[in-house]
C-alpha cells in the first residue's frame, strides 16, 4: 500500500468529517427562523487529482425567491395594517341597522320629529325629540373621536416603526462591514443570514430591493430608486411625532404648516430628504400608516364633517334658487339671497363658449379682505372659487358680488325679488352661459333666534367655546374642519323645547308645521355633499338627502373594511407561496439531511477502513 493511498484516506477522512459537521449543523437548525441550508464545496488534490480536499461553505438561495419574498412580505405588511385600521373604522359606525349605529340613530331623530308631527302637543314628543337629537350629536361626535385616536395611534406607530426600520439599516451596514472582513467560510455564512434576516423585516416596513457586490456586502434601496444602504454607510431614518392629533392637524410639504409627524431621512454626509413629500415609500407599514393617516382617516372625519354641516344647515337653511332673468346686458338669474351669512356659498352653474360645464362659486365673508379659502372645503373641487366680502345690509349684496365677479357678468340689486335680491347677468356671446344660480341661505341671526316666524330652526349649532350658528364660515379658519366633535343641541331649544311646535312670536297653540318641515328636510330633500367626502366619488359633489348620506356613509366603510380585509387575505396567501417557495430551495428538509448524513457516515466508515488496514499492516511487517 503506498502512502499515496493513505494520504488521500486521511483527507478523505478529514473532508467528510467536516461534511457531517455542515449536515449536523443543518439539522440542528430545522425551523430556525433566517437560516439557509448549507453545503460543503469539495476540490481534488493529489497525483491525477485522486484525492480531496475541504472547499468552501456555501448557503443554498434563489436570488429570485428571496427577491420575491419581500416584496410579499412589504405587501403583507401594508394590507395587514390596512385591514386592522379600516376594520376599526368600520367598527366604529356600528351594526348597521341596529338602534346604537349611526343610520339606527339618524333614523330614530326622524321618527321622533315624525312623531311630534303627528301629536305637536305633547310634551313628551317634544323631549323625544331633543333627546334623540343630542344622542345624534353625542354618536357623531364619538366616532370623530374615534377616528382621531385611530389618527394618533397611527403617528405613534410610525414613529416606532420608523425607529425600528432605521437600527435595521444600521445593522446592515455594520453586519456588511463583518461580512468584507471575515475570511473564515463559516463565520461569513453566519453573518449572511444575520443579513438577510435584517432585510426580511426592514422590507415590512418598507419596500426594499437589495443589491450584492462583489466583495460580499449589499446596497438597499427602495423601489422608487433611494438609496438606504451602500456598503458601510446607511442613511439614519427619524420622525418627529405630533402625538394627539385633531381634526385640523394635516401633512403639509411646508414644513410650517405640517402639524404632523413627517420620516426624514438623513444620509452620512449629512443631507436631508423628507421620505412622505418625496414618496420614497410605497409599501410596507410605513406607507399604510402614511395613507391611513393622511388620507383614509381624514376623508373619514370630513364625512361626518360633512353629515353634520348637512343635519345642521338642512334644519336652519332655506334654499335660494335662481329664477331666469334677462336684460339688455345679456341673459342670467335673480335669486333673492336675503340672510345670506358668511359661509353660505352660492353656486353658479356656468356653460363655457366649448360646451363644458362648470361650477362658479361665491363664498361671502364677513372680513375685509374677505377670507381666504382651501379649494379641498367646497363642494365642487373643481370650481372657481371666489371670495366676497358680504355686508349686514341686503341691499349691498349686489355691489359686493359685481366687486368680486368683475367681467364679462353684469351684476345689479333687485329688490323686487327680495331684500336681498341679486340679478347676475352674462352677455349672450363670447362668455360662458349662467345656467343656474343656487344658494343655502341660513335664516336665523343668532342661536337664540328660534322663533323666527319660519319653519327653519337652528336645531343643531357650535358648540365650541360659545354656541354659534353653523353657517359654513371660513372667517378665522374652515368651520366645517372638526364640526362633527363640536356640533350640540341647541341650548336655547332645550331651553324651551316647545319652540318645536311654535316658530312664530306670540303663537298660542301648537302646530305641525315646523317638525313635519324638519322632517321632510332631512329624509326628503337634496343637499350637496363635497366631493371631499369620498361619497360618490373623488371629484363631484355627490347630490343625497341627509338621512341617505348618513347610510351612504356607513355603507361605504363597511365596504371599504370588507375590500381591506379581502385584500390582506389575499396578500397572506400570496406571502405563504413566496414562503414556501424560499423553504423550498434555501429551507433544511430533514429527510434530505438524514439521507446525505447516512452517505457521508458510509464514506468514513470507507476512508477509516483504509487507514485501519495500513495500520495492520505496519503492525504485521513490524512482527515479522
Do not use: C
Request: glycine share 10%.
Amino acid at each position: 500500500m503506498s502512502f499515496t493511498a493513505l494520504n488521500t484516506a486521511a483527507a478523505g477522512l478529514k473532508t467528510t468529517q467536516a461534511a457531517i459537521g455542515i449536515v449536523s449543523q443543518n439539522i440542528a437548525n430545522v425551523g430556525t427562523t433566517g437560516y439557509v441550508r448549507r453545503t460543503l464545496d469539495t476540490v481534488a488534490q493529489g497525483p491525477g487529482n485522486s484525492g480531496v480536499a475541504i472547499g468552501t461553505i456555501n448557503r443554498i438561495i434563489d436570488e429570485n425567491s428571496v427577491k420575491q419574498l419581500r416584496l410579499e412580505t412589504s405587501g403583507a405588511s401594508y394590507t395587514g395594517m390596512m385591514a386592522d385600521v379600516r376594520t376599526q373604522l368600520d367598527k366604529l359606525y356600528g351594526i348597521p341597522g341596529t338602534t346604537s349605529a349611526l343610520d339606527g340613530v339618524v333614523n330614530n331623530f326622524t321618527l321622533a320629529l315624525q312623531t311630534l308631527g303627528a301629536a305637536p302637543s305633547s310634551a313628551p314628543a317634544r323631549s323625544a325629540v331633543v333627546s334623540a337629537a343630542s344622542n345624534l350629536a353625542t354618536k357623531i361626535g364619538g366616532i370623530a373621536e374615534g377616528i382621531q385616536a385611530l389618527r394618533s395611534a397611527t403617528e405613534s406607530q410610525l414613529s416606532n416603526d420608523t425607529a425600528a426600520a432605521s437600527g435595521l439599516l444600521s445593522s446592515i451596514a455594520q453586519l456588511n462591514v463583518k461580512i468584507a472582513a471575515t475570511s473564515d467560510d463559516g463565520a461569513k455564512v453566519a453573518l449572511l443570514d444575520q443579513r438577510d434576516q435584517a432585510l426580511n423585516s426592514l422590507s415590512g416596513y418598507l419596500d426594499v430591493q437589495a443589491s450584492v457586490q462583489r466583495d460580499g456586502t449589499v446596497t438597499v434601496i427602495t423601489t422608487s430608486g433611494m438609496t438606504l444602504v451602500d456598503r458601510a454607510s446607511a442613511v439614519s431614518l427619524s420622525f418627529d411625532g405630533r402625538g394627539t392629533l385633531g381634526p385640523e392637524d394635516a401633512y403639509s410639504t411646508d414644513p410650517a404648516q405640517r402639524s404632523v409627524g413627517t420620516i426624514t431621512a438623513t444620509t452620512p454626509g449629512g443631507g436631508t430628504i423628507d421620505l412622505v413629500a418625496s414618496n420614497a415609500i410605497r409599501s410596507g407599514s410605513l406607507a399604510a400608516g402614511i395613507e391611513l393617516r393622511d388620507t383614509v382617516l381624514p376623508q373619514a372625519q370630513r364625512q361626518l364633517d360633512d353629515l353634520a354641516a348637512g343635519l345642521s344647515r338642512s334644519l336652519s337653511d332655506t334654499s335660494a334658487v335662481g329664477t331666469p332673468a334677462s336684460a339688455a346686458a345679456g341673459a342670467g338669474f335673480a335669486i333673492d339671497l336675503t340672510g345670506l351669512s358668511a359661509g353660505n356659498a352660492i353656486t353658479i352653474t356656468l356653460k363655457d363658449t366649448n360646451g363644458a360645464q362648470r361650477n362658479l362659486i361665491l363664498v361671502p365673508s364677513n372680513l375685509n379682505p374677505p377670507a381666504s379659502v382651501n379649494r379641498a372645503d367646497v363642494a365642487d373641487p373643481l370650481a372657481t372659487i371666489v371670495p366676497f366680502t358680504v355686508g349686514s345690509d341686503p341691499a349691498t349684496f349686489g355691489t359686493a358680488i359685481a366687486a368680486a365677479l368683475g367681467s364679462p357678468y353684469t351684476v345689479t340689486s333687485v329688490p323686487e325679488v327680495g331684500k336681498g335680491g341679486v340679478r347676475i347677468l352674462s352677455p349672450t356671446s363670447g362668455a360662458p352661459t349662467i345656467m343656474g344660480i343656487k344658494a343655502s341661505v341660513t335664516q336665523s341671526t343668532s342661536p337664540d333666534d328660534v322663533t323666527n316666524g319660519k319653519p327653519q330652526i337652528p336645531l343643531f349649532v357650535d358648540s365650541g367655546g360659545k354656541a354659534r350658528l353653523y353657517t359654513g364660515s371660513f372667517d378665522g379658519g374652515s368651520q366645517l374642519t372638526g364640526f362633527a366633535q363640536r356640533i350640540a343641541v341647541n341650548p336655547a331649544v332645550v331651553a324651551k323645547t316647545e319652540t318645536l311646535v311654535k316658530f312664530a312670536p306670540g303663537t298660542q297653540g301648537s302646530e305641525p308645521t315646523r317638525p313635519q318641515y324638519l322632517f321632510d328636510a332631512l329624509t326628503s330633500a337634496n343637499r350637496t355633499f363635497s366631493a371631499a367626502s369620498g361619497i360618490g366619488g373623488i371629484s363631484a359633489p355627490y347630490e343625497s338627502s341627509v338621512q341617505g348620506f348618513a347610510q351612504k356613509i356607513i355603507d361605504s366603510q363597511g365596504a371599504a373594511a370588507a375590500t381591506a380585509q379581502n385584500l390582506d387575505e389575499g396578500q397572506s396567501i400570496a406571502l405563504a407561496t413566496a414562503q414556501g417557495r424560499f423553504a423550498s430551495t434555501s429551507g433544511v428538509k430533514i429527510d434530505e439531511e438524514m439521507s446525505r448524513l447516512v452517505g457521508l457516515q458510509t464514506a468514513y466508515t470507507a476512508n477509516a477502513r483504509v487507514l485501519t488496514a495500513a495500520r495492520d499492516m505496519l503492525d504485521t511487517l513490524l512482527r515479522i
